[in-house]
C-alpha cells in the first residue's frame, strides 16, 4: 500500500503533514502497511469537503431510489472484492479467516438492507385540527456526519455507519482506529468506483485525539456516531455539546450469560465458550460474565476448564485456529494487569492467566483464555471491561438473585438467558436493563434487528430501522390552503 490513502472531496491524499504511521499483523508483528497520518488540518479540509458537498445538495436532492440503487452497488462491490477484504482484516486485526469473511458477507448485507431501506419512508401526512390546512412529517437528512470507529470490527462498524447515513443523503467523514485502518481505506476505494460523488464520503486517518476530536468539535458537524470505549465516548460527548450536534455513542458491556440449572447443559456450555473467546473476547458483546445455577455450578466450571484446554491459538491463516492474538503489545499488558487485579481481588484462577508457550505464538500477542471462578460484583474484574480472553464466573441460587447480579453493572449492552422454562426467561428478559437480549443463544445481531446500549453503554441505535432514522431530522411542514389576515394587531 502506498501512503496516499486519505481520500477528501474526491481525491486521494497523503497527510499535509507528510507523517505516516506503520501498521502491524499482530499475528507475527510485521509491517504490512504503510500509512497516512493525519492531523488537524487534514480532518478540517475533510470536514470542509463535507459540508460542501452538503450544502451543494446534490447528494439529499437525489431521489432516495437512487441513492438506494448507489448503496446496493456498493454491496455489489463488496461481495466482488470479499476474498481480498477479509484477508485483509486477518491481517490487521489477527482474527481467523473464517470470522473475517462472516464479517464482510455481514457488511454487504449491511449495504444491501440499507440500500433497500432508502426509500420507503415517504413521510406521512396528518390530521391537521386546522381547517382549511394540510400538514405532513417527512425525515430529511441530518447533515455533516462524523463517524469514529474501533480496532475490533473495523469495517463491520464502518459499514453500520456508512450505509445509513448514505442512504438517508449524508455526507460523511469516517475516521478509523489508527490501528487498523486498511479495509474501511479499501471500501473507500469502493465507494469512489461506485460513483459516489466527490466530497459526499470522506476518509480521515490518523490519532483520534488529533481527528476524531476535531470532528467531534467541529461547529460544521450536525452529527457525531462514535463506536469505542468509555473514556473516549465522555470525550466525545462533551466535545459534541459545543453547537449541540446529535450524538450516537456504541461503548463497551460487560455481558451477562446466565444459565439456569434446567439448561440444556452440553449447548449452554458449548455456547458459553464462544460467548467468550470468540476474538479472543476483544468484542463489545463479549459473554465475559458467566451467571450459573448453584446446582449446576461445579460441573459446569468443569466442563469449561476441560473445554478451555482445547482451545487452539494460532494464525488466523491457519484453518484449525480458533482464536488469534490480542491487538497489541499493549493491550496485551492491559488484560495481563486485569489477571493481577483479579488475583488481588480474591477471584480463583482456574485456568490460563499468562502468555502461551507454545511454537509459533511468540512473535504475537497472545494471551492464554482464562477463567476465574468465585467471583462477586464486589470485584473490578466483574465490573470492568477486561475486552480481552478473560471469563468470570458467578454462582447463583435463585431467579431473582440472577436478575439483581446481572443488572448490577454500569453496562448495559447485551446480555443471555439459558433455560428450557420459556416463561421464565420472558420474565427474567422484561427486567434486565440492556439493549439486546438473547434466549437460549449468544451473540446473532443482523442488519434488521437494532443494536446499542442502556445506559453507559451508549446513546441511539444502530441497524435496523431506528439505523436510518438516527440519521434523520424530522420535519413537519403545514400548508394553510385558505390563508386570510387574523386583525389581531
Ligand atoms: P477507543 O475508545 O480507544 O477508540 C475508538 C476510536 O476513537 C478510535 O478511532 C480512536 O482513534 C478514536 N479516538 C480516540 N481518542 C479520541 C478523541 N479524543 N476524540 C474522538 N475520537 C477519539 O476504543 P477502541 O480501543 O478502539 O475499541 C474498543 C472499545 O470499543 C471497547 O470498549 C468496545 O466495547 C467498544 N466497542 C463497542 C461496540 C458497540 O457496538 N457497543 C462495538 C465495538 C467496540
Known amino acids: 500500500m502506498n501512503e496516499k490513502q486519505m481520500y477528501i472531496n474526491g481525491h486521494w491524499l497523503s497527510a499535509e503533514s507528510g507523517q505516516t504511521r506503520t501498521i502491524i499483523n499482530p499475528f507475527n508483528q510485521e509491517v504490512i502497511a504503510e500509512v497516512a497520518e493525519g492531523n488537524e488540518k487534514d480532518t478540517q479540509s475533510a470536514i470542509e469537503a463535507a459540508r460542501k458537498a452538503f450544502d451543494k445538495g446534490e447528494w439529499r436532492h437525489t431521489p432516495a431510489v437512487e441513492r438506494g440503487k448507489m448503496v446496493l452497488k456498493i454491496a455489489e462491490l463488496i461481495e466482488r472484492d470479499k476474498q481480498e477484504l477479509a484477508e485483509l482484516e486477518t491481517l490487521d486485526t489477527g482474527k481467523t479467516f473464517t470470522e473475517s469473511m462472516a464479517d464482510i458477507e455481514d457488511i454487504a448485507e449491511v449495504f444491501r438492507y440499507y440500500g433497500g431501506l432508502a426509500d420507503k419512508d415517504g413521510g406521512e401526512v396528518i390530521e391537521s385540527p ?56 479499501k471500501v473507500t476505494k469502493l465507494m469512489e468506483e461506485a460513483g459516489v460523488p466527490a466530497g459526499v464520503v470522506n476518509l480521515v486517518l490518523g490519532n483520534g485525539a488529533k481527528t476524531g476530536q476535531v470532528l467531534a468539535e467541529s461547529h460544521l458537524v450536525d452529527l457525531i456516531s462514535f463506536t469505542g470505549g468509555i473514556e473516549t465516548g465522555r470525550k466525545v460527548m462533551t466535545a459534541a455539546s459545543a453547537n449541540f450536534k446529535k450524538i450516537a455513542l456504541e461503548l463497551g458491556g460487560k455481558n451477562p450469560n446466565i444459565v439456569f440449572d434446567d439448561a440444556d447443559f452440553e449447548t449452554a456450555v458449548d455456547q458459553a465458550m464462544n460467548a467468550i473467546f470468540f476474538h479472543a473476547g476483544q468484542v463489545c458483546s463479549a459473554g465475559a460474565r458467566l451467571l450459573v445455577q448453584k446446582n449446576i455450578h461445579d460441573d459446569f466450571v468443569t466442563a469449561l476448564v476441560e473445554r478451555t484446554k482445547q482451545i487452539k491459538l494460532g494464525s488466523g491463516f491457519e484453518d484449525t485456529t480458533q482464536s488469534g492474538p490480542l491487538i497489541s503489545a499493549e493491550h496485551r499488558e492491559k488484560v495481563e494487569n486485569y489477571v493481577r487485579i483479579g488475583i488481588n481481588e480474591g477471584a480463583e484462577l482456574a485456568i490460563g492467566g499468562k502468555r502461551p508457550e507454545g511454537e509459533g505464538l511468540q512473535q504475537g500477542f497472545f494471551f492464554e483464555p482464562t477463567i476465574f471462578t468465585n467471583c462477586n460484583t464486589s470485584m473490578r474484574i466483574v465490573q470492568e471491561e477486561t475486552f480481552g480472553p478473560i471469563l468470570t464466573i458467578e454462582r447463583f441460587e435463585t431467579e431473582k438473585q440472577a436478575i439483581q447480579l446481572a443488572n448490577d453493572s454500569k453496562y448495559g449492552l447485551a446480555g443471555a438467558i439459558w433455560t428450557k422454562e420459556i416463561r421464565k426467561a420472558e420474565r427474567v428478559s422484561s427486567e434486565l436493563r440492556m439493549g439486546t437480549v ?4 449468544f451473540h446473532p445481531y443482523f442488519a434488521q434487528a437494532p443494536w446499542g446500549g442502556y445506559k453507559s453503554s451508549g446513546i441511539g441505535r444502530e441497524l435496523g430501522k431506528l439505523g436510518l432514522e438516527e440519521y434523520t431530522e424530522v420535519k413537519h411542514v403545514f400548508e394553510n390552503t385558505n390563508p386570510k389576515p387574523l386583525h389581531w394587531f
Open 130 to 185: 386546522i381547517p382549511d390546512s394540510r400538514s405532513k412529517v417527512v425525515r430529511e437528512p441530518v447533515g455533516v456526519c462524523g463517524q469514529i470507529t474501533p480496532w475490533n470490527y473495523p469495517l463491520l462498524q464502518a459499514a453500520w455507519k456508512i450505509a445509513p447515513a448514505l442512504a438517508a443523503g449524508n455526507t460523511l467523514i469516517i475516521k478509523p482506529s489508527e490501528i487498523t485502518p486498511l479495509t474501511t481505506i
Open 438 to 441: 438473547w434466549i437460549n443463544d
